[in-house]
């Protein structure tokens, strides 16, 4: 009886035992969570590619949640999502992997470019554009867009989020008058330049608006084909100055007087005849293209 006692007591222990360590070990099962993902476009272009995003592009993401119906409101920190680097190579891949609240809590997305892992507040995000923008990379950098997707419901497929220039584009074309010729233009030594402008601006991410700042320089475009100029400039109105515009033609400068004020989104583009006179240069500026004023002046 003592061995069938004790080897009952053993297995009932034994038994014990591992049903204990059975629901130790046993781990509950994570919910489903839902990865957010995005697809950006770009609305009307003023990039250097004009037209999409480039391998290695890098936007920044703030998502923010409704509680209820009610959008939350966009914070520097303690949101959803804060700031998170989406890098662009075909597709969007976040620094960090993010996913919705759950499935039912929609939110709103905010999106700027380009990314800088620099915490600021989002009601007044510091951005400056280059002075110097004759080269193609300083002309990317110059760039600067946004875009918000509205009280989005939980998905599996890509947030779609259209991406907006928040600058303007001034875009300039040199072309001869009398006395001179495509091919002399083509082969000399141009720049121009848009003097008395900032460069250093603060943009609100709740909704695209952009504040110019106070300190001015001149700024130089990039040249391209066909002695097309190009620079991105922060919206704002240059008062009326002497030198406005600035073309320098191997080494001499012209300058034409004007004063005028650059749109959020707009690509304000005037044509440039130069001609000889027997003073020197005449420079004839046709209107801006889409501001319905006559902007014409003489640099000299």
């Not at 890098?58 to 209820?68: C, D, M, S």
């Not at 419901?153 to 947030?159: C, D, F, Q």
């Amino acid at each position: 009886m003592k061995k069938f006692h004790l080897l009952t007591w053993t297995l009932l222990l034994a038994s014990l035992a591992t049903g204990c360590s059975s629901e130790s070990n046993e781990e509950e099962p994570l919910p489903n969570r839902i990865p957010i993902t995005l697809s950006c476009g770009i609305t009307t272009a003023s990039r250097a590619t004009d037209t999409s995003f480039e391998t290695g592009d890098r936007i920044g993401l703030y998502v923010v949640n409704y509680e209820g119906t009610t959008p939350g409101t966009l914070l520097p920190s303690g949101n959803h999502a804060d700031n998170i680097a989406f890098t662009y190579d075909g597709q969007w891949t976040p620094a960090t992997p993010i996913y919705w609240q759950d499935g039912t809590t929609p939110a709103d997305f905010y999106a700027y470019y380009p990314y800088d892992s620099t915490p600021h507040d989002p009601s007044a995000w510091p951005f400056e554009t280059k002075a110097d923008q004759s080269t193609e990379a300083a002309y990317k950098a110059s760039d600067l867009m946004w875009g918000k997707a509205n009280n989005v419901k939980p998905t599996a497929n890509a947030v779609n989020i259209t991406m907006r220039h928040l600058l303007s584009c001034a875009a300039v074309q040199i072309v001869p008058g009398n006395g001179f010729t495509e091919e002399e233009l083509a082969n000399a030594d141009i720049q121009v330049q848009l003097n008395g402008l900032t460069c250093q601006a603060t943009a609100n991410l709740n909704n695209g608006t952009v504040t110019a700042g106070s300190h001015t320089t001149s700024v130089t475009l990039l040249r391209g084909t066909d002695n097309n100029f190009k620079a991105l400039i922060i919206p704002q109105t240059v008062p009326e100055a002497d030198d406005f515009l600035t073309v320098t033609i191997n080494g001499e400068e012209f300058h034409m007087p004007k004063g005028f004020t650059f749109t959020s989104g707009k690509r304000h583009t005037f044509t440039v005849t130069v001609r000889k006179l027997s003073s020197g240069i005449n420079i004839d500026i046709s209107g801006w293209e889409d501001d319905g004023i006559d902007n014409g002046g003489v640099a000299q």
